[in-house]
């Protein structure tokens, strides 16, 4: 059974920093997906990053390129989402999602979308004070 967890939300000012881990446990298959997504009160929830195990890919969000960066460590179990220089716009709850794949670039097409994951984390609060 798939799990997928994150942790590392908090409060913060503005100009701080945070990270975010997600960890999975469960594939059987060694190539799968990691998405970030935030949800914002009374908004959708919107793409944030994505880092493709298969291959290496990632994606940012126009929103968070240069301010966030993804890692993972060395089992590739845990993907890590530094988020830097947070704005009060950043403020909503992340959610880490992940997905196997088997297909290169998944992270410029599925891997952006909602409906590119099957395996959600229940979601973490960060919020970024003015």
């Known amino acids: 059974e798939v799990h997928v967890a994150e942790s590392g939300g908090g409060l913060v000012q503005a100009g701080g920093s945070l990270r975010l881990s997600c960890t999975t446990s469960g594939f059987t298959v060694d190539g799968y997906a990691v998405g970030w997504f935030r949800q914002a009160p009374g908004k959708e929830r919107v793409g944030v990053s994505c880092?493709?195990?298969?291959?290496?890919?990632?994606y940012y969000a126009d929103s968070v390129k240069g301010r966030f960066t993804l890692s993972s460590d060395n089992a590739g179990n845990t993907v890590y989402l530094q988020m830097n220089s947070l704005k009060p716009e950043d403020t909503a709850v992340y959610y880490c999602?992940?997905?196997?794949?088997?297909?290169?670039?998944?992270?410029?097409?599925?891997?952006?979308?909602?409906?590119?994951?099957?395996?959600w984390g229940r979601g973490t609060q960060v919020s970024v004070s003015s």
């Open positions: 999602a992940a997905q196997p794949v088997a297909v290169g670039s998944y992270c410029s097409g599925y891997g952006r979308r909602l409906m590119g994951y099957e395996y």
């Open positions: 880092f493709s195990k298969y291959d290496g890919t990632t």
